[in-house]
């Protein structure tokens, strides 16, 4: 990986800065939630533009300033602590999300500016010249970080920052459950697929009908036709008086063949390296996006790979792309899959009731593990694992919202 991701983080933060985080972390950590929740606020009101890029439903939930918080805090634990777990995966992460929203270095001011705004004026008094002078040097660590490893990004996938999204013709629309739609898209300019790793997303942008534009990412759910990405959403409705999703129901709603969407290049580093090591793909719900791709691609070139697919699900019916994974795991000399249904079918003999259990699931020896699906499911396939004596760094995830797994499992080390 890059050299930017993995410097010597103890000789980052001059010795009188790092003095003064040792002894003002703590009180930062217990109200970096509440920082976060200001800083927001106070940047939309003075750059409204910036609600375009931002995910409007993970400020309401709260999820994207807790994310935030924690990245910031555990950022600056292991520039004091030279004996805290790596974080080259959090910021690997960042930056290809950043990357796919078309952050550029000049906006590090902007968020800066605010966000150590936001600093001030919820410590108080206790922010004196010195604390202010020492967590500026960390958060411009921390940016100059990103901004050089976006940078690497941007410059690998030959894009342009300022113009992060190309328009894609909807060829063709599947409906693959009754809540799960695919849109096969189409570079709109007649120019070739961007490279697409198995198990990337793209940020797909909107013009909803409210005006409002927003992104959300979505996971390349197969790359089988060279020409075309699919994307694969599932339709999210509000629950306990919450609103239903708004991106996942224009696509399904209003999207027809023939419509323009402005898609990113793709980014992410949930992807599987080429290596002989025996795979276990473990997904819920939307999560089997990422088991396709994946699948497809062994069976494309290493066909002599073994694949264990482990999928759990309301029911049967909700089980997205279920046949065409089985379709490509036939082109598998060692695949295996394995499926868990809330509502278990009586004819269904092959499927088991209730939540994925893994602790009896046969497991080939040196299992390299790849989930996606919501935290609590992936929590519990992690746990399992381990208790099966699967190493955590053979474990690797993908959350399909802001990465809030780390707050609660500070020792999961991917990547
Ligand atoms: C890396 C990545 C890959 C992904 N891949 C896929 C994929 O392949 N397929 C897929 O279907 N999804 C995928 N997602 C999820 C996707 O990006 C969207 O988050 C999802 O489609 C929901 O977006 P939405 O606009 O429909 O819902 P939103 O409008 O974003 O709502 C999301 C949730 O927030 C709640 N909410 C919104 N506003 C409020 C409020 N004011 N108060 C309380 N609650 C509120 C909603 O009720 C809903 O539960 C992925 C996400 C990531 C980060
Ligand atoms: C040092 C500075 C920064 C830090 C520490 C930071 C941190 C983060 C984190 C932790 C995430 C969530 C990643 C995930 O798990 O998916 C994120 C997402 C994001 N960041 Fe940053 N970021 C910084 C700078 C910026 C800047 C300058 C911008 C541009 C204005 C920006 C815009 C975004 C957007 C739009 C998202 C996606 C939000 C969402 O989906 O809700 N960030 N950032």
């Given at each position: 990986?890059?050299?930017?991701?993995?410097?010597?983080r103890?000789?980052?933060?001059?010795?009188?800065?790092?003095?003064?985080?040792?002894?003002t972390?703590?009180?930062?950590?217990?109200h970096?939630?509440?920082?976060?929740?200001?800083f927001y606020p106070?940047?939309?009101?003075a750059h409204?533009?910036?609600?375009?890029?931002?995910?409007?439903a993970?400020q309401?939930t709260?999820?994207?300033?807790?994310?935030?918080?924690?990245?910031v805090?555990?950022?600056?634990?292991?520039?004091?602590d030279?004996?805290?777990?790596?974080?080259?995966?959090?910021?690997?992460?960042i930056?290809?999300?950043?990357?796919?929203?078309?952050?550029?270095?000049?906006?590090?001011?902007?968020?800066?500016?605010?966000?150590l705004?936001?600093v001030g004026?919820?410590?108080?008094?206790?922010?004196t010249p010195?604390?202010a002078?020492?967590?500026?040097?960390?958060y411009?660590?921390?940016?100059?970080?990103l901004?050089?490893?976006?940078?690497r990004?941007?410059?690998?996938?030959?894009?342009?920052?300022?113009q992060?999204?190309?328009?894609?013709?909807?060829v063709?629309r599947?409906?693959?459950?009754?809540d799960v739609?695919?849109?096969?898209?189409?570079p709109a300019?007649?120019?070739p697929?961007?490279?697409?790793?198995p198990?990337?997303?793209?940020s797909?942008?909107?013009?909803?009908?409210?005006?409002?534009r927003?992104?959300?990412q979505?996971?390349?759910?197969?790359?089988?036709?060279?020409?075309?990405?699919?994307i694969t959403?599932r339709?999210?409705?509000?629950?306990?008086?919450?609103?239903?999703?708004?991106?996942?129901?224009?696509?399904?709603?209003?999207?027809?063949?023939g419509?323009?969407?402005d898609?990113?290049?793709?980014?992410?580093?949930?992807?599987?390296?080429?290596?002989?090591?025996?795979?276990l793909l473990?997904s819920a719900?939307?999560?089997?996006?990422?088991v396709?791709?994946i699948?497809?691609?062994?069976?494309?070139?290493q066909?002599?790979?073994?694949?264990?697919?482990?999928?759990?699900?309301?029911?049967?019916?909700?089980?997205?792309?279920?046949?065409?994974?089985?379709?490509?795991?036939r082109?598998l000399?060692?695949?295996?899959?394995?499926?868990?249904?809330e509502?278990?079918d009586?004819?269904?003999?092959?499927?088991?009731?209730?939540?994925m259990?893994?602790?009896?699931?046969?497991?080939?020896?040196?299992?390299?593990?790849?989930t996606?699906?919501?935290?609590?499911?992936?929590?519990?396939?992690?746990?399992t694992?381990?208790?099966?004596?699967?190493?955590a760094?053979?474990?690797?995830?993908?959350?399909?919202?802001?990465d809030?797994?780390?707050?609660?499992v500070p020792?999961?080390?991917?990547?």
């Amino acid at each position: 990986m890059s050299t930017t991701l993995s410097p010597d983080r103890t000789s980052l933060l001059s010795e009188s800065s790092a003095a003064v985080v040792r002894a003002t972390a703590g009180v930062v950590a217990e109200h970096a939630e509440q920082i976060t929740a200001r800083f927001y606020p106070s940047m939309f009101a003075a750059h409204p533009e910036l609600l375009r890029t931002f995910n409007q439903a993970n400020q309401a939930t709260g999820e994207q300033p807790r994310a935030l918080a924690a990245s910031v805090v555990a950022y600056a634990v292991q520039l004091i602590d030279p004996a805290a777990p790596s974080f080259a995966h959090v910021m690997r992460r960042i930056a290809h999300k950043h990357v796919s929203l078309g952050i550029r270095p000049e906006q590090y001011t902007i968020v800066g500016r605010h966000l150590l705004g936001a600093v001030g004026d919820v410590l108080g008094d206790a922010v004196t010249p010195q604390v202010a002078a020492a967590w500026d040097e960390v958060y411009w660590l921390f940016a100059t970080q990103l901004v050089a490893e976006e940078a690497r990004l941007y410059a690998a996938a030959g894009i342009d920052p300022a113009q992060p999204t190309r328009p894609y013709r909807v060829v063709r629309r599947a409906q693959e459950t009754s809540d799960v739609v695919s849109l096969v898209l189409e570079p709109a300019d007649g120019g070739p697929l961007p490279r697409i790793v198995p198990g990337q997303y793209v940020s797909v942008f909107v013009d909803l009908p409210d005006g409002e534009r927003q992104p959300r990412q979505y996971t390349v759910s197969s790359t089988r036709q060279g020409t075309r990405l699919q994307i694969t959403v599932r339709r999210v409705r509000g629950t306990g008086g919450a609103p239903d999703g708004r991106v996942s129901g224009f696509l399904h709603d209003r999207v027809a063949v023939g419509d323009l969407l402005d898609v990113s290049a793709p980014a992410g580093d949930f992807v599987v390296e080429d290596s002989a090591s025996p795979l276990l793909l473990a997904s819920a719900g939307a999560g089997i996006t990422t088991v396709l791709p994946i699948v497809e691609h062994i069976a494309r070139t290493q066909p002599q790979r073994p694949v264990v697919v482990a999928h759990a699900d309301r029911a049967a019916a909700d089980h997205a792309l279920r046949e065409t994974v089985l379709h490509a795991g036939r082109e598998l000399d060692d695949f295996t899959s394995h499926t868990w249904y809330e509502q278990l079918d009586p004819a269904d003999t092959t499927s088991r009731e209730g939540f994925m259990d893994l602790s009896d699931v046969p497991l080939p020896e040196g299992v390299q593990v790849f989930t996606c699906g919501p935290l609590p499911f992936m929590r519990h396939v992690r746990a399992t694992l381990l208790a099966r004596g699967v190493p955590a760094e053979r474990i690797r995830y993908e959350v399909f919202g802001p990465d809030l797994w780390a707050q609660d499992v500070p020792d999961t080390p991917v990547g």
